[in-house]
């Protein structure tokens, strides 16, 4: 890395480009080869990942002076996670508005307690950030939960009008089958908890030890960021269970 680049973890060249091109190139050939049935939606994310990254770093720069701006920003960070994991859940359109509810238990009591307690500041720069870790994990727990607990509770219907014919009250009965699928959406972010510092070194860590704060300040960010997100993801999946159990989620078709 050169030293007029040396404060940045990714080397800006001509190349840059290029790179990226072939790396999502690659990316889709090899789950098309490998018959993994992503090959193009991973060259779609990838170009859509180029779009919206562009779009929200020049848009970032202006919301973050506005409180009302922030607000908006947050909202539609919120809306989009919603209806990404009603999607994963169902299947189709339908859905997004029951997702939205874990996702917003999960999210929003985990930042009332780091905004309240003062240990991150209440302004644009800060907030975005953080909401964003928070809902993204609340959006990945949220899809991954639901998900396969609806599919569990199609699978193992016969258990669940057993389980009724025993005299198990609806939501008790579908409780028994989906809890313990669900449950292990929890499993990513509990690795990646045990292991930070091990095996990862993750990019709260990475960029605030690069913005020039010392390896403890870093770590204690990233300390911060691990133990909140598990908090709110553990929160989401909960509420995801219990609306799964409710018959509040139904599969349109197969996602």
Do not use: K, N
């Not at 307690?113 to 959006?139: H, K, M, Q, Y």
């Amino acid at each position: 890395m050169s030293a007029s680049s040396s404060s940045s973890l990714i080397s800006i060249t001509p190349l840059l480009p290029a790179v990226v091109l072939v790396l999502t190139a690659a990316g889709g050939l090899v789950a098309w080869l490998g018959r993994l049935g992503h090959g193009r939606a991973v060259v779609g994310a990838c170009l859509r990942a180029v779009l919206q990254l562009g779009v929200v770093s020049v848009v970032i720069a202006w919301v973050v002076t506005y409180g009302a701006a922030v607000a908006g920003f947050l909202l539609v960070m919120y809306g989009v996670a919603a209806y990404t994991a009603g999607r994963r859940i169902t299947g189709g359109r339908t859905g997004w508005w029951w997702s939205g509810i874990p996702i917003a238990a999960g999210t929003v009591p985990v930042l009332a307690v780091l905004t309240g307690s003062g240990v991150i500041a209440v302004t644009g720069i800060v907030i975005i950030p953080v909401a964003g870790i928070l809902l993204g994990g609340c959006l990945t727990a949220t899809a991954l939960a639901g998900r396969r607990a609806v599919e569990e509770l199609a699978q193992r219907r016969g258990e669940v009008e057993a389980a009724l014919a025993l005299g198990f009250p609806p939501r008790e009965a579908a409780m028994e089958i989906c809890r313990p699928a669900a449950a292990g959406a929890l499993v990513p972010a509990l690795d990646q908890t045990r292991t930070v510092g091990l095996v990862t070194l993750p990019g709260a860590f990475v960029g605030v030890l690069l913005g020039g704060a010392s390896p403890i300040e870093a770590g204690v960010v990233q300390l911060v960021v691990l133990v909140a997100l598990l908090a709110a993801e553990a929160i989401a999946i909960v509420a995801t269970v219990e609306l799964v159990a409710r018959g509040r989620f139904t599969a349109e078709r197969p996602a």
